[in-house]
């Protein structure tokens, strides 16, 4: 089963040191996610503390059935400073509310019965 793109988690910066698809962005909107998971994995051996990084690679994970690695990417983030980080639909949003957002998004649904 092939859980939905989450477009809040693909952050983008303006940064020119992580311009071009070193994100990891497009490779995910394409469905590359092997792609995007070495880029993102070789960036953040350079960038270890970029939200941006840790975001687009728990899309990944989350995408390739790692719950638990997506969650730990997102509360690191959380641990770090909220910084502001552009969506591809070029909306400004906080890199603490995208994960949070994202992590809702990863908790079980408790399902009520009788």
């Not at 509360?75 to 770090?80: H, T």
């Amino acid at each position: 089963m092939r859980v939905p793109l989450i477009a809040l988690a693909v952050a983008m910066v303006s940064t020119p040191a992580l311009a071009g698809d070193r994100l990891g962005h497009e490779q995910i909107a394409a469905g590359d996610l092997h792609g995007a998971e070495a880029t993102l994995v070789a960036e953040r051996r350079i960038y270890p503390h970029r939200p941006e990084l840790m975001l687009n690679l728990a899309v990944v994970y989350q995408q390739t059935g790692r719950t638990m690695a997506a969650q730990d990417l997102y509360r690191q983030v959380l641990d770090r400073p909220d910084v502001s980080l552009l969506t591809p639909s070029g909306v400004a949003l906080s890199s603490h509310a995208i994960a949070e957002r994202s992590m809702a998004r990863l908790a079980p649904t408790t399902l009520a019965t009788r």
